[in-house]
């Protein structure tokens, strides 16, 4: 698989897991599947936006180690909530929120220590 090609299967992970997310989020709850609610709710938050974090990181070459992708993940969270709020057959819920936060923390803590540590190493032959 090329580089390219590598990047290119992320992007689309990252663009089909945005839309998922989102509609998901919006969707009254009776559309939802039952299993989606037999998980942790802030877990499912977590989780999904930590994916949505790592499949931006891999899609792209960020300059800033992806603190712009982060920003922008947990600005999107923010609105989601404030959507769901307004909606009528969903509630905003800022605990929601402070997990998609955690979950883009997470990933991107981990992502920066990996970076750090491999540029610290030496390359070997």
Excluded: Y
């Amino acid at each position: 698989m090329t580089l390219l090609t590598f990047r290119l299967a992320w992007k689309l992970a990252f663009a089909l897991s945005f839309l998922l997310i989102t509609v998901g989020s919006l969707l009254p709850t009776q559309r939802l599947p039952d299993l989606a609610f037999d998980i942790w709710d802030k877990a499912q938050h977590a989780a999904g936006f930590g994916w949505l974090m790592l499949c931006g990181l891999m899609a792209h070459r960020w300059q800033d180690g992806g603190w712009r992708l982060a920003a922008a993940l947990g600005l999107w969270g923010g609105i989601i909530e404030v959507l769901q709020a307004w909606s009528g057959w969903r509630h905003g819920d800022l605990a929601d929120l402070v997990a998609d936060l955690a979950g883009i923390a997470v990933v991107l803590a981990t992502w920066t220590g990996a970076q750090a540590r491999k540029t610290a190493s030496p390359r070997r032959p």
